[in-house]
């Protein structure tokens, strides 16, 4: 076979979306294909460079008759399938590039055949098996990397032949056994990574004679023994070692002090302890990790730390270092960007210097002894997104300059001295998630300006002298999970906005002097699962909508309710709840042995309740019978126009609809639906840019569409809908009915388009969502729906939630829109009446529509839900529900289930962008940090909150605010790590 029939046979089992191959016929010269390098003797195919073309499909085994083949790059691409044994042909072949690929199966044996290969890299596929010991024939290879894999076994002693090696990375793999002793004989080496495996053992001796190395990284392993002595003398080159999250003992050797050029030195949770060596020689440390050891009280490290100039990253928490934090802090390099000294000994205060630190993103300090004031230059720090000073003996007042924080995501300040009022400027750090400021000495009221963050997930202004009452503006606090006011003098009554808090789980605010009753209003918080209003003024019934709740603890002591109490839910289980202290308190459950409820009483009223209970009945018959009266006559009538109802809507007539599109012209057509056409608009009064939805009125059913449309949206707002601006009902010129919705123009499309972008362009390069993005815009979306299900006037079911409903405005933030297909629960009046039963039959969209619905089922918020957690499926897959692959038993749901937990990285969307974590081939020769282990997590956890949502039985699936307290959950669980 000729050089040329390969290629066609590689063409024919390559998928090309893009069209990179199109060069790849007879009508151009072989040599003058694209990626194609030939010999200039003989016109010999040397070179075949595929790197990032986006190619899917299989390699061929054709590509083993290229046999003057040198280099051979398809690196970067989605190319499935075995590694082709018949690549053990290519005696030539040097250079092999198979990274960032989705190949399987094993190694291939005949790869030891290829004996000039000076690099091999196929990091980041899904390879299994073992590690071929054959390999150990290449021993030319200078680069070797199999990490990112799903490799398992021992790694081969006969990788020791590898004499020329430079660089070999084994990391993330579940590799187990001991790292060889014959790899002393790699005198060439300078970098070896097998980070997060299951590697046992002790790191042999003859490696840490190889003066070449210049990187070792084994963490996250079994590994055990000590540093040796000689470590800094041995390895004068050494820029980095990682040992962490092993379980090495003994001390660090005082040799380090000799690593001049050392710029990472990480070792923390292990076993560690004694002295430290000093680092005064240090000057290029960049991170220094010792965390979680149990090193001594020694001040010679903190003394020598003011020589490293480049240190950006000191992590030294779960110690037992102290001394004087002002005396060494101050010293340190202005480059710091992370520090975490938490849980030590250090005292002294906090100094005035601190402001120099304008790199600084994360402070730890909890847990120390330090004293004095938080001094106002904190408010430099303009980049600090983590302050935690909690623990400590802080004095003084918060200061005003904190309103400088922008970016602060965590204020932890609790358990200190802190005096004074709470400044009104924090409201300005509209970042904020978590603020704690429990256990101080607070006074003054709660500043309004704090209930405004709407950010905050959670709020405990606990154990202070806080005065006055609730901020009415609680409200605000839409994503607040954790609500604690305990232990302070606030007084007034429960403010009913704080019902609006629907996503809180914990709420306390015992031993307060809050009066009258529990509002109405808390019964929409439904996530409620600790609920303590002990020690207070309140008075009134017990709620009974607190039966309907999940509650996990229920305390309601020591107030002055009456009556009977329910019993039912919570207070069936006398052991989570307590109503001792409400003397005027009866009945409920045989176990809280409360006197029964005493009907004399009532007696003393009963006369007038009884009038007044015969009255509201004979009031009740006449409307009643009024109401009926009214819809017989009503029903009478002909069915009226809606388009009265949007009269507060109606702005814009055909003719200006026609001139803002151009008529209409292709040019503007941005979307197709089922009911109409979208085009793209600039409005002449103020230059902004709209989307235009032009309702086909010959198709079935649009009418009722645009109908449903503008009732569902003319009275919602909420930040991740579409909005709409206004409606036009008129006729064209032909004198033919006209209807469109206009809505604000979204930037970035429909979430359809970044997840399936159109192959068919080829010069348009596909779009990438990243995975913080991803799981932001899938809280946009959850929180959407759970607006509509939960806090409208009339509960709203979309009943078509699909990615291409889906749109994205220029920062990527999510808005559901097209509600053609939207019901409502509640019906409250007439025409609502009519918009929900217009339709007989029920549609929705195939592969997102709940199953119950197709077995005749009404529209359900549960619906909703399972179309939520399939598109969230689709978001991480990046495959759709009706893919071609899901047929017979298997489906979107199940794929993604039949995959957890182990095979997450195996479904996960391919072009999925994990910016933190991305693999190049020119790598610094650096560990990468911790983040993605968190990113995996987060990932299995997002995959489980759709696997949920899509149960196949609705009552197994989730309620949407359950999705969305998760959601930010798995999102608050990221923030620290990325």
Known sequence: MTDIQALFAIKNEIIDPFESLISWNESVPLCQWHGVVCGTRNQRVTELNLLDQKLTGVLSPFVGNLSFLIRLDIGNNTISGNIPPELGRLTRLSHLYLQNNSLHGDIPVNLSLCTNLVELWAYKNNLVGVLPRELGFLTKLKYFDFSYNKLSGEIPKSYSNFSSLLEMYLLDNDLEGKIPDEFGKLKSLKIFDADFNRLSGKIPSSLFNLTSLKVIDVSVNQLEGTLPRDLGINLPNLVCISISENRFSGSLPYSLFNLTGLEYLIVGKNNLGGRVPRFDKLHNLFLLGMDNNHFEN????????????????????????????????????????????????????????????????????????????????????????????????????????????????????????????????????????????????????????????????VLNLSSNNLTGALPKEIDNQKNLLSLDVSLNYLTGEIPSTLGSCVTIVNLTMKRNLFRGVVPSTLSSLKSLQVLDLSCNKLSGMVPKYFEGFALHFLNLSFNDFEGALPERGIFENVSVVSFVGNPRICGGVPGLKLPNCNFSHSKKINFKLVILVILGILGLVVMVCAFFFYGFRRSKRTFPSLDKNLNQLIAMSYQSILKVTNGF??????????????????????????????????????????????????????????????????????????????????????????????????????????????????????????????????????????????????????????????????????????????????????????????????????????SFGIVLLEMLTGKRPTDEMFGGNLSLHDFVRNAIPDGALEIVDPILNFEEIEIIRDRSPFPRFMRRQKMVEGLISLFGVGIVCSMYDSSKRKSINEVVRELCSIRDSLVGCT
């Open 298 to 457: 020694d001040l010679t490290l903190m003394s020598s730390l003011t020589n490293a100039t480049n240190l950006n990253r000191l992590y030294l928490q779960h110690n037992a270092f102290g001394g004087t934090f002002h005396e060494f802090f101050s010293n340190l390099s202005s480059n710091l960007a992370y520090v975490d000294l938490s849980s030590n000994w250090f005292s002294g205060h906090i100094p005035i210097e601190i402001g120099k630190f304008v790199n600084l993103e994360e402070l730890r300090l909890s847990g120390n002894q330090l004293t004095g004031i938080i001094p106002p230059t904190i408010g430099k720090i303009y980049k600090l997104r983590y302050l935690h000073m909690s623990h400590n003996r802080v004095s003084g007042s918060i200061p005003f300059s904190i309103a400088n924080l922008s970016l602060l995501t965590e204020l932890n300040l609790d358990h200190n001295n802190l005096r004074g009022r709470i400044p009104l400027s924090v409201g300005k750090c509209q970042n904020l998630l978590y603020l704690n400021l429990n256990q101080n000495n607070l006074i003054g009221s709660i500043p309004k300006e704090i209930c405004l963050i709407s950010s905050l997930v």
């Open 665 to 866: 012209s292709t040019s503007n057509l941005i979307g197709v639906g089922s009911h109409g056409y979208v085009y793209k608009g600039i409005l002449e009064m103020d230059g902004k840019h709209v989307a235009i939805k032009v309702m086909n009125l010959l198709q079935y059913g649009a009418i009722k569409s645009f109908i449903a449309e503008c009732e569902a949206l003319r009275n919602v707002r909420h930040r991740n809908l579409v909005k709409l601006l206004t409606a036009c009902s008129s006729v064209d010129y032909r004198g033919n009915e006209f209807k469109a919705l206009v809505y604000e123009f979204m930037a970035n499309g429909s979430l359809e388009d970044w997840l399936h972008p159109d192959n068919s362009r080829p010069n348009v390069q596909p779009t990438r969502l990243g995975f913080l993005q991803r799981l932001n815009i899938a809280i946009d979306v959850a929180s959407a729906i759970h607006y509509l299900h939960n806090d409208c006037q009339i509960s709203i079911v979309h009943c078509d939630l699909k990615p291409s409903n889906i749109l994205l405005d220029n920062e990527l933030v999510a808005h559901v829109g097209d509600f053609g297909l939207a019901r409502f629960l509640h019906l409250t009046d007439e025409t609502t009446c009519r918009i929900q039963t217009s339709s007989t039959t029920f549609k929705g969209s195939i592969g997102y529509i709940a199953p119950e619905y197709g077995m005749g089922s009404e529209p359900s918020t549960q619906g909703d839900v399972y």
